[in-house]
């Protein structure tokens, strides 16, 4: 494995999974990307893939999600700012 740290450059990194103490097994963990409008519940979470990595030089954690998804969500959920920031064209 051969894998950089994208804060510190660093290849001191290991690979590993993040585990919760009510379910240890198969956690579902889920992303929740921030500038949502509000009461924006159903529908606008990623599930994670168990699969992280931490650099073991500055502690930085990182995973990765379905850009896809997450990209759908922020165009049909996001804020006005949210979606002029991102770059989203309203009448998509």
């Known amino acids: 494995m051969d894998v950089k740290c994208p804060q510190c450059s660093s290849h001191q990194v ?8 009510i379910d240890y097994v198969a956690p ?3 992303f929740r990307p ?9 529908g606008v979470n990623v599930r994670l893939e168990n699969r992280f990595f931490a650099c073991i030089n500055c502690g930085f954690l990182w995973s990765k999600i379905d850009i896809a ?3 759908r969500i ?9 979606k002029k920031r991102l770059g989203f064209n309203e009448e998509e």
């Open 74 to 82: 922020l165009k049909e959920s996001g804020t006005p700012q949210t």
């Open 14 to 21: 290991v690979e590993g999974k993040i585990y919760n103490q």
């Open 34 to 42: 921030g500038g949502l409008k509000p009461f924006s519940f159903l």
């Open 69 to 71: 998804q997450l990209i």
């Open 28 to 30: 579902r963990a889920y």
